[in-house]
């Protein structure tokens, strides 16, 4: 039993694929720092800056709807800047009053909002691509180039290696317990204890899973031991970046940067 | 002499009291293929795990020519190749190809050699076309053969072997006993697999209760069934 | 499908450039720390142990039961990574999870992950730290001081994590502070109750089966150090903090305005330049609709691109490099 699906991999043969997962890092984070400085309502670009995602999630094959419905994800959050549309001061949209409060709505408020959804499902938009676009073993050379220190980058490994293994054994933990979680017969009988009982199974469940975790980590560390580990990270060198693809990084950078500095001009 | 393996009057207990080997001495030589059976808490194990020096017990280990002691494990783990029992614990990086790179990485090797190596490895195993391979989608079967792989790359000059053909369907299994057949290492495996001692061992060593019982060529031990039941094995 | 559902993974777009540097500079040298820290009480141990447990919180969020109607209790397991492993070994612990979680499962935005990471790797797990000791030295060696001690450092950090997070938005001028902070502390009130429980019952089995475990992460005073001075720092803070936000939404803008935390008025100068350089797209109207044309036709142009290219692709060994 796999739990494949946990991993939102999907290898293609697209340009965006093969583009150096460094400079898709890199580019990745511009991306949502550009929609995160845009100002807010400056609805053109947030057009422009759309057009250029969807651009990419076509170029890269993994199909626009797959990244837009992963994207949607986001939505439950986007209720966190809902009141906004009634604590910003300013041009009233619409009035009502609910027993003795006023509810006071404004233009401003609600542009504030639907900015605020808007570049945050942008930015997941590009987030989703990465993922679905990079293998894990390439975002670790991302990490690496990023500066992130070797041994942590070792654990990431080690912990992205085990995820699945560990995902299967909660699953497995999850499938006893339902196959135990019958109803009696009898009339009158309460099903499923108590809330608190409840609770203290599932905590159960977490501790023996803690447990074989602790032990496996023992056997995987006897076996790295035997490999010849002695606690440093040693990785091989990471290879050159080709120029064309130092060109494509120049390239949305320019472009990134010039939309950044409309927007500041007009609505800033 | 060079032994491969030279194991004398060794005696190890765990923490908790429990004695594992009393006084067990062997002796393997260069390609010589052992395997080593007995019943389950024979020691077999532990034994094992004696050979790389993961534990350490009053008496002498030798492998290699090399005293199984602190200042030695870097060139003794080079020297002999364990392979777990379980692949899932043994292959723990996130590609095939840097479980196999790991160890000659970690014996210092410059890069190019280390490419080489894992190709001549994988090759060896052949799986030469797993190499950017996530380990967690592979088979058994598959799994086993790379965790050998990942041994072989540090061209050591025994392999041992915890039960190598545990979990594996018929297939898997017989394509496991040609490799084994085939790799020219000195090798020690510890198993239940009777059928496997019989095709790919000349010689047994008999383990129960931490004791050596039996040591010798595999055709005459394998028709003393007293011996045998004796020590909770079946003839194959 | 994600595992953990939880609401405190903060997604990008929703906290000011400003708050987000600020985070990440506080969380990039405690987990460097954090590393080193663990590498020199665990060794050679450390990645093996430390990778295979952050699997296990991961995996172990999955655990759910059932509260009432349908909906679930999870464990986030910041208490019980800090009482199983210490403060250090459980930042990092978290800080890995966390991060796979916003990198691969995008629950949580990248940009603002040092935040994430913040919330519930530092600041949980050193308030949890700092209860659960609290309890210890308190009760002293009863058997069930583990459990209370569990239970609200549970509790406690699951609550303090939330409020930091409505803190957080209410900075950056994403939530209004009256509301996303009781609204916040209310909901991870009854979330925390829950993890306390699975935390009970994760240490009532270990107890049972490897008390041993639970011995070694009794670390020595004197590490905690510092993890108290900081704690007790954020807990003042926040409890300084949340309140007054609480009272005067429009101070904590107003404050955040003049510490430039969210965006004030622009120069005039600035302002002028649009009339002369383009006067025609003053209509903002005007440049939307040229926006979505320029954007369609981008659109359109990719499409058909990359459908042609597909279409010469006939034999699969054609493999065009970029």
């Known amino acids: ?268 | 002499m060079h032994h491969s393996i030279e194991i004398k009057n060794l005696t190890f207990s765990y923490p908790d009291g429990i004695v594992a080997l009393r006084d067990v001495s062997l002796s393997i030589e260069p390609g010589e293929k052992v395997a080593l059976v007995g019943p389950n808490g024979a020691g077999k194990s532990t034994l094992i795990l004696h050979l790389n020096g993961i534990l350490s017990g009053q008496g002498l280990v030798r492998v290699c020519s090399l005293e199984v002691i602190k200042e030695n494990l870097g060139r003794v783990r080079s020297c002999v190749g364990l392979v777990f029992q379980s692949p899932e614990d043994q292959l723990f990086s996130p590609t095939v190809f840097d479980d196999v790179a790991f160890g000659p990485l970690y014996q210092g090797l410059p890069p190019a050699e280390v490419l080489q190596r894992v190709d001549q490895a994988l090759e060896a195993v052949h799986m030469l076309s797993y190499k950017k391979r996530v380990s967690h989608h592979l088979s058994m079967g598959e799994k086993k053969r790379i965790a050998i792989a990942t041994v072989l790359s540090m061209h050591p000059e025994v392999l041992v072997l915890d039960e190598p053909t545990g979990g594996l369907d018929p297939r898997s299994r017989r394509s496991l006993i040609h490799l084994l057949q085939e790799l020219p290492l000195t090798m020690l495996a510890s198993t239940h697999d009777m059928r496997l001692v019989r095709e790919v061992f000349p010689r047994m060593i008999v383990l129960d209760e931490g004791r050596v019982v039996a040591d010798g060529p595999t055709q005459i031990l394998m028709n003393d069934t007293a011996l045998l039941e004796a020590h909770g094995l079946e003839k194959p | 499908m994600l595992p953990a559902p939880i609401a405190m993974h903060i997604p990008d777009g929703f906290l000011s450039v400003q708050v987000t540097i600020f985070l990440w500079l506080i969380t990039i040298p405690v987990v460097g720390y954090a590393l080193k820290r663990v590498g020199v009480d665990l060794g050679e141990r450390q990645v093996p142990i430390m990778g295979v447990l952050a699997a296990a919180i991961f995996a172990g969020q999955m655990l759910n039961f059932a509260v009432a109607g349908g909906t679930s209790g999870h464990l986030i397991g910041a208490a019980l990574a800090t009482i199983l492993l210490g403060p250090w070994a459980a930042t990092l612990v978290l800080t890995c999870v966390i991060t796979i979680q916003a990198l691969i499962f995008q629950d949580g935005g990248l940009l603002v992950l040092g935040a994430n990471i913040f919330n519930m790797a530092i600041v949980g797990v050193t308030v949890a730290y700092m209860v659960f000791r609290t309890v210890n030295s308190l009760a002293g060696e009863r058997p069930w001081s583990i459990f209370i001690g569990g239970f609200l450092a549970a509790w406690v950090s699951v609550e303090v994590a939330a409020l930091g997070t409505a803190l957080e938005l209410a900075l950056s001028g994403t939530s209004p502070a009256n509301i996303a902070i009781p609204a916040m502390g209310g909901i991870h009130a009854l979330i925390g109750i829950g993890e306390g429980l699975i935390t009970v019952g994760a240490l009532a089995f270990l107890r049972a089966s490897r008390r041993d475990l639970l011995k070694s992460s009794e670390t020595a005073p004197i590490r905690g150090r510092l993890v108290w001075v900081v704690g007790l720092v954020l807990v003042i803070l926040l409890a300084v903090a949340s309140p007054l936000a609480s009272r005067h939404p429009d101070g904590l803008i107003w404050v955040a305005t003049q510490y430039g935390f969210l965006n004030s008025e622009q120069s005039p100068i600035i302002k002028l330049i649009p009339h002369y350089l383009f006067p025609g797209v003053q209509n903002k109207t005007l440049a939307t609709i040229l926006a979505a044309m320029l954007g369609t036709v981008i659109v359109f142009g990719v499409a058909l691109g990359v459908a042609y290219s597909r279409r010469r692709k006939t034999s699969p060994g054609d493999d065009q490099q970029v």
């Open chain 1, 1 to 268: 039993m796999h739990v494949h699906f946990l991993d939102p991999y999907r290898p293609r043969n697209s340009p965006i694929h093969r583009l150096d997962p460094r400079i898709k890092l890199v580019l990745t984070v511009v991306f949502i720092l550009t929609n995160t400085l845009i100002p807010t309502a400056a609805w053109p670009v947030y057009i422009l800056l759309f057009a250029l995602i969807l651009s990419v999630e076509l170029i890269s094959d993994l199909g626009v709807s797959f990244v837009l419905k992963r994207s949607s994800l986001a939505i439950p959050f986007v209720l966190a800047a809902l009141p906004l549309i009634l604590t910003v001061p300013g041009k009233t949209l619409f009035i009502l009053p609910v027993g003795s409060w006023t509810i006071h709505a404004s233009y401003l408020g609600l542009e504030r909002f639907i900015s605020i959804a808007i570049k945050s499902w942008l930015s997941m938009q590009a987030a989703i691509v990465l993922a679905a676009s990079t293998s894990f073993p390439e975002l670790l050379v991302a990490m690496r180039a990023l500066r992130v220190p070797r041994l942590l980058v070792s654990i990431f490994g080690l912990m992205w290696r085990y995820l699945f293994v560990l995902v299967d054994e909660a699953t497995r933990l999850i499938r006893a317990r339902s196959a135990r979680s019958g109803q009696s017969e009898k009339p009158g009988t309460k099903t499923g204890g108590n809330i608190s009982w409840r609770a203290r199974v599932a905590g159960g469940m977490a501790g023996n899973l803690f447990l074989r975790a602790f032990e496996r980590s023992d056997r995987i560390y006897m076996a790295m031991v035997s490999r010849g580990y002695d606690g440093e990270a040693r990785t091989l060198p990471l290879p050159d970046i080709r120029p064309v693809y130092w060109a494509i990084l120049i390239a949305s950078l320019s472009l990134l940067s010039l939309l950044l500095g409309f927007a500041y001009l007009f609505w800033g």
